[in-house]
């Protein structure tokens, strides 16, 4: 790993610049879910908007992919090196006298979030590349309306995959509840503020997931 | 009391090493834990078998040599000490102590106890000074006023004592407390702001040259350090770096 | 028979270093590269000395026998450093700190060489701020300064509770800036085992690995020892399980004098030992002094049943409890000069009045200044009649912010709450003012062999005020032995490099190979540690804190005794060729049971009481030490002949032109 990435320090950033935009932008997914609790056609017109409009797509979309995969990959590779850095492991490790659970198997709730996300990929992400792209049909439409809606509720009607979901949005809050202050203390934020950041993470890392779960819930008994 | 120690022996640094058992009895909870190997290696020199190594040097907790990971965490069970520090009254009769070497790529083993910790002298050679020769002619020393908050925080860095608990409780092996300590040290004073950009990456390039792990801010090192070095420290040397950097 | 030479030079005290630099032979830089310094220890005085010559451009070897430089036992000195800056504005200067350390060391000390510590003391200060050091400073950024015992001024700086780790590290950064350039060589885990001479001068030295067990030799144009004190002879001390006399002992063996072994510093306010398996003592800073008050209970049966734990200090009333200090000096009470309350502290407990299962403690109590502070407190909180804990509560917040890393240490040690229950002390030895006698340019009666720091005979004179030694150290690292060296260096310039492969080195190399595999083949049936004990006991019983004439004749039989002992029956497992720390004691105990001897009978030679050195036989009718100026006001200097028993003293006469000959006294 040569050039910007070379050293610890910059690597870390990385991670902690990643996280940070993932972070943003589960809010607007999020945002984009909550409305199908409400307004099924809002929730249409924000799907078929979202799914559509080239800057999204051609824009917004790569840089997202991009974020997902380098979040991940570094991850892993820093895991790596990291289990290498200690060559002779101890008889006994206690980690958990002096960190948190979550801080230490990020690698872990990571992996947990990343089996999801293929599901969550083959799920939603690639019929939707198929309808769009590779069939070419850009309108959106199923029957005469809208598809996004029906598709969603349908997603949620298998218990299994609902539990799936829950589970990985459990993890998701996990590696948030040490991701989202770590990656502020990362990019070198550690101040009078801090502890106001804490208590943000802690709340985002709380309210982020159960919005999800919630959203999974609703359908599965509400279809 | 009496107990069981579950100890790491190796002869050299090429031997492979195992843990070995010993008994010792009649531990008065007064002792401190150097105090306790100390019996046991008498004990053992009695016995005409070769005592256990394990560094040690000033006993009151500021030298930094006594390096030992007992039952799990760097210095043991207790906070803010070193392992020299530690009492056996932090005991119970009947307990089974285990006591590991500090383990580290960075840190390879020399004999039994014993690690080579001389990364960390090679990180400060890479920077971990302010280029000024002893000429005694320098400026009166109250010619730059330093406030005191940041002569306090710098005077909080430098108490690092070096003993690497960081990288021992880190489950990355991460030195970056220590060389946060150092950077930061430095970073907050005006005499050291001359450098403070090579420094800082001279450090952490010497740092990641010599094998230590990635910090994961999991916040083990700053619980486990006999001098409680904050975690603002490394807060400070990435945010140094990335200045370095930009 | 040799004389000695102290070369001060002439003129008034107050030009004589000035005047003696601006004439001293220097080396040109070019030259100096061709010429190497070896330095052994790597503590202020040899850190410090290592990196300014290494700056200066000679090629430095510096020896330590920690695995870094940093983990030297200066880092251990916790209060302060003295430098007659005068920011205080309180009338200090150059002749005051002057006048305060020739004073406080009992007039056993140089004039020429205090004065020039005192000259340079400003300058080490700007030097540590230039570099990094974290002192303490006020809101208004400047320096602070605290005051210590002995003097009437404030002039000592200070880093929290950790000056000298934190000019320790100042001086470590400055030779690791040097390491970085390749001007020092530094070797890590070595220990320096004997000196070389060729043609009469020191030319390098012989030192183990102590990791591979490999012995080295090492070659140079000089030679500096910075291996500081020797005041594990006692065992149980404040010095650091490692320190050793080994280097200091070896050159002495070799032709360097050494000075005023029996001038040692017992400190009084250090936790007591708890048991036979204690390793070392821990030193309470003496600040402490300033807020308690030292006691011990008036009846006998009182101080029987507290050390049979059978009765609490707090269940004593003030009328049965003996504040002897405040008793016996009503001037300067808990607060006389460190040799003054160690002996009286031993006095009491002697008498049977000791304070813990031992019987070797008395306490230092704080609840008069808590009840003081927390009375203060109440009034400038505007409380009206406060309660008894709300009083206990204020002043306990006050004595938590002066001393609550102190107490909090203590109660990590002791397990028992120093708010609460009266704290235990007992005075334990700590510094030794004696040494290797060096001449004013800090060179050792061995052409090129210079001893520097607490290692040499110093300038502290029979007893060492606070925070006097990190400003030594320093003083002969940074700013004296850099100049002096070159004085000596100058005819050196066209020697070339020392080779290594000579029949001295040889020699030098046998007999330290020859005794290290005496060690590992005798088949013995004591550990290293068992004479050392053993030693130690009888250091402290008959040549600790006061001495007559009967214990010391009997030490001196006794260390004999132990010492053809030792080199029968100890038994030293593990072998040669790898880290060994058994074998490591072993070379230090034997040349600390030559020491011993020889302390011994310089505190027998040396009848007067003086500074730390008190003689039963000499005091005054009120039971205080009494000096012999006209009879003792020299340097015992001893020759090694052979046996320490034979070494023979050189006197070097002490004169006192600027500073009147007065007899101390704090009552």
């Known amino acids: 790993m040569g050039g910007l990435l070379s050293s610890s320090i910059a690597r870390k950033v990385a991670m902690a610049l990643s996280a940070l935009f993932l972070i943003f932008f589960l809010i607007i997914h999020l945002a984009v879910n909550l409305t199908s609790l409400f307004s099924e056609s809002v929730y249409n017109d924000l799907s078929h908007f979202m799914g559509t409009n080239p800057l999204v797509q051609f824009g917004l979309q790569p840089v997202l992919i991009f974020g997902v995969v380098f979040h991940f990959v570094m991850g892993f590779i820093l895991e790596l090196k990291n289990k290498k850095s200690r060559n002779v492991k101890y008889i006994k490790f206690n980690g958990a006298a002096n960190a948190s659970w979550m801080s230490r198997n990020m690698a872990i709730s990571g992996g947990v979030i990343l089996i999801f996300i293929v599901i969550h990929f083959i799920d939603f992400w690639i019929p939707e590349l198929n309808i769009k792209f590779v069939q070419g049909d850009m309108s959106g439409m199923e029957n005469g309306e809208y598809r996004y809606f029906a598709h969603l509720q349908h997603k949620f009607m298998n218990p299994v995959k609902v539990g799936i979901y829950v589970v990985a949005f459990v993890l998701l809050a996990l590696h948030l509840l040490h991701g989202f202050q770590s990656a502020f203390q990362s990019i070198g934020f550690n101040n009078k503020y801090s502890k106001f950041v804490k208590n943000l993470g802690v709340i985002y890392s709380i309210v982020i997931p159960l919005g999800f779960i919630v959203i999974a819930l609703y359908h599965y008994f509400n279809h | 009391m009496d107990l069981t120690l579950k100890i790491w022996r190796q002869k050299g640094p090429q031997d492979k090493g195992q843990m070995v058992e010993y008994k010792v009895t009649d531990i008065s909870e007064h002792m401190s834990f150097l105090e306790m190997m100390d019996v046991l290696n008498e004990s053992l020199v009695a016995k005409n078998e070769v005592?256990?190594?394990?560094?040690?040097?000033?006993?009151?907790?500021?030298?930094?040599?006594?390096?030992?990971?007992?039952?799990?965490?760097?210095?043991?069970?207790?906070?803010?000490?070193?392992?020299?520090?530690?009492?056996?009254?932090?005991?119970?009769?009947?307990?089974?102590?285990?006591?590991?070497?500090?383990?580290?790529?960075?840190?390879?083993?020399?004999?039994?106890?014993?690690?080579?910790?001389?990364?960390?002298?090679?990180?400060?050679?890479?920077?971990?000074?302010?280029?000024?020769?002893?000429?005694?002619?320098?400026?009166?020393?109250?010619?730059?006023?330093?406030?005191?908050?940041?002569?306090?925080?710098?005077?909080?860095?430098?108490?690092?004592?070096?003993?690497?608990?960081?990288?021992?409780?880190?489950?990355?092996?991460?030195?970056?407390?220590?060389?946060?300590?150092?950077?930061?040290?430095?970073?907050?004073?005006?005499?050291?702001?001359?450098?403070?950009?090579?420094?800082?990456?001279?450090?952490?390039?010497?740092?990641?040259?010599?094998?230590?792990?990635?910090?994961?801010?999991?916040?083990?090192?700053?619980?486990?350090?006999?001098k409680s070095i904050s975690l603002e420290n490394i807060a400070r040397m990435n945010r140094e770096y990335l200045k370095a950097s930009i | 028979m040799t004389t000695l030479n102290s070369r001060v030079p002439e003129g008034p005290i107050k030009d004589k270093w000035t005047t003696y630099k601006d004439k001293i032979n220097l080396v040109?830089?070019?030259?100096?590269?061709?010429?190497?310094?070896?330095?052994?220890?790597?503590?202020?005085?040899?850190?410090?000395?290592?990196?300014?010559?290494?700056?200066?451009?000679?090629?430095?070897?510096?020896?330590?026998?920690?695995?870094?430089?940093?983990?030297?036992?200066?880092?251990?000195?916790?209060?302060?450093?003295?430098?007659?800056?005068?920011?205080?504005?309180?009338?200090?200067?150059?002749?005051?700190?002057?006048?305060?350390?020739?004073?406080?060391?009992?007039?056993?000390?140089?004039?020429?060489?205090?004065?020039?510590?005192?000259?340079?003391?400003?300058?080490?200060?700007?030097?540590?701020?230039?570099?990094?050091?974290?002192?303490?400073?006020?809101?208004?950024?400047?320096?602070?300064?605290?005051?210590?015992?002995?003097?009437?001024?404030?002039?000592?700086?200070?880093?929290?509770?950790?000056?000298?780790?934190?000019?320790?590290?100042?001086?470590?950064?400055?030779?690791?800036?040097?390491?970085?350039?390749?001007?020092?060589?530094?070797?890590?885990?070595?220990?320096?085992?004997?000196?070389?001479?060729?043609?009469?001068?020191?030319?390098?030295?012989?030192?183990?690995?102590?990791?591979?067990?490999?012995?080295?030799?090492?070659?140079?144009?000089?030679?500096?020892?910075?291996?500081?004190?020797?005041?594990?002879?006692?065992?149980?001390?404040?010095?650091?399980?490692?320190?050793?006399?080994?280097?200091?002992?070896?050159?002495?063996?070799?032709?360097?004098?050494?000075?005023?072994?029996?001038?040692?510093?017992?400190?009084?306010?250090?936790?007591?030992?708890?048991?036979?398996?204690?390793?070392?003592?821990?030193?309470?800073?003496?600040?402490?002094?300033?807020?308690?008050?030292?006691?011990?209970?008036a009846k006998l049966e009182d101080a029987k049943a507290i050390q049979e734990g059978k009765l609490k200090p707090t269940a004593i009333p003030e009328e049965d409890r003996d504040y002897y200090l405040e008793r016996r000096y009503p001037a300067f009470g808990n607060l006389v000069p460190r040799d003054v309350a160690s002996r009286a502290a031993k006095e009491r407990c002697d008498a049977g009045y000791g304070v813990n299962a031992t019987g070797e403690a008395v306490y230092l109590d704080f609840a008069a200044a808590i009840h003081r502070y927390g009375s203060e407190q109440a009034k400038i909180h505007g409380i009206k009649n406060p309660s008894e804990e709300k009083i206990i509560e204020l002043g306990e917040g006050i004595i938590e912010a002066k001393y609550g890393n102190l107490f909090q240490m203590y109660e990590k040690i002791v397990d028992e709450n120093p708010y609460k229950t009266p704290m235990m002390i007992y005075p334990a030895t700590h510094y030794t003012m004696g040494g290797v006698w060096v001449d004013y340019n800090l060179m050792t009666t061995v052409p090129g062999l210079y001893c520097i720091g607490e290692a040499n005979f110093s300038d502290h004179g029979a007893n060492r005020l606070g925070a006097s030694a990190l400003m030594q150290g320093l003083a002969d690292g940074y700013f004296v032995l850099p100049y002096t060296i070159g004085d000596y260096l100058a005819d050196d310039i066209r020697t070339g490099k020392i080779s290594t492969d000579s029949p001295e080195f040889d020699e030098v190399e046998k007999s330290v190979k020859d005794q290290l595999e005496f060690f590992v083949n005798n088949e013995g049936t004591h550990s290293v540690d068992y004479y050392h004990k053993k030693l130690g006991l009888i250091m402290w019983n008959k040549v600790g804190m006061s001495r007559n004439e009967k214990g010391l004749k009997e030490a001196i039989k006794e260390i004999q005794e132990i010492r053809e002992d030792f080199w029968k029956n100890v038994k030293v497992p593990g072998s040669l060729n790898e880290l060994n720390p058994e074998l490591e004691k072993a070379g230090r105990v034997a040349d600390f049971l030559e020491l011993g001897e020889l302390f011994a009978k310089d505190a027998l030679d040396r009848e007067e009481s003086c500074g730390g050195h008190f003689r039963e036989e000499h005091v005054t009718e009120d039971g205080e030490a009494k000096r012999d100026d006209k009879n003792y006001a020299y340097v015992a200097a001893w020759e090694y002949t052979g046996k320490p028993s034979e070494a023979i003293l050189h006197k070097e006469q002490l004169e006192f032109k600027d500073i009147e000959l007065k007899t101390r006294s704090y009552k």
Request: aromatic share 8%.
């Open chain 2, 51 to 226: 005592p256990i190594a394990f560094d040690h040097d000033c006993r009151e907790g500021i030298c930094g040599m006594c390096s030992l990971h007992i039952n799990g965490e760097p210095h043991g069970p207790d906070r803010g000490i070193t392992t020299c520090q530690l009492h056996m009254r932090t005991f119970k009769d009947g307990d089974t102590i285990y006591i590991e070497p500090f383990r580290a790529k960075a840190f390879p083993v020399i004999k039994d106890l014993v690690v080579d910790r001389t990364a960390f002298e090679r990180i400060q050679q890479a920077g971990g000074y302010i280029s000024v020769n002893t000429s005694g002619n320098t400026q009166d020393a109250n010619a730059i006023p330093i406030s005191k908050h940041n002569a306090d925080l710098s005077m909080d860095a430098a108490a690092c004592i070096g003993c690497g608990a960081c990288v021992a409780s880190c489950k990355n092996s991460s030195a970056m407390l220590f060389v946060s300590a150092k950077v930061s040290q430095y970073a907050l004073l005006p005499q050291g702001k001359i450098e403070a950009k090579d420094r800082v990456k001279n450090m952490v390039a010497q740092m990641d040259l010599e094998g230590f792990g990635n910090c994961t801010n999991t916040g083990a090192c700053e619980v486990e350090c006999p």
């Open chain 3, 28 to 297: 040109n830089p070019a030259n100096k590269r061709n010429i190497d310094i070896i330095v052994v220890g790597t503590g202020l005085a040899g850190g410090s000395a290592a990196a300014t010559l290494a700056e200066l451009g000679y090629n430095v070897k510096a020896f330590a026998y920690q695995d870094s430089p940093r983990r030297a036992h200066s880092i251990a000195a916790q209060g302060g450093i003295n430098a007659s800056k005068n920011y205080m504005g309180d009338g200090d200067s150059n002749y005051r700190l002057f006048y305060d350390t020739v004073k406080g060391g009992d007039y056993r000390s140089r004039e020429a060489n205090v004065h020039r510590l005192a000259e340079v003391s400003g300058n080490i200060i700007d030097q540590c701020v230039a570099q990094g050091v974290p002192f303490a400073r006020d809101y208004g950024g400047l320096l602070d300064n605290r005051s210590f015992g002995g003097v009437l001024v404030s002039r000592t700086f200070y880093a929290k509770g950790q000056t000298g780790q934190q000019l320790l590290l100042g001086a470590y950064s400055a030779m690791n800036r040097q390491i970085a350039r390749g001007k020092i060589e530094m070797f890590n885990r070595h220990e320096m085992l004997d000196v070389v001479k060729i043609d009469g001068k020191a030319r390098g030295i012989i030192a183990r690995n102590l990791v591979t067990g490999e012995l080295e030799r090492h070659s140079a144009h000089a030679v500096v020892i910075a291996t500081g004190g020797y005041g594990n002879v006692y065992f149980l001390s404040t010095n650091a399980m490692g320190s050793n006399v080994t280097a200091s002992w070896k050159i002495h063996k070799r032709g360097a004098f050494f000075a005023n072994p029996c001038f040692t510093q017992i400190h009084p306010t250090c936790i007591p030992r708890s048991g036979d398996y204690q390793s070392k003592l821990t030193l309470m800073s003496e600040s402490l002094r300033n807020d308690g008050r030292i006691w011990v209970p």
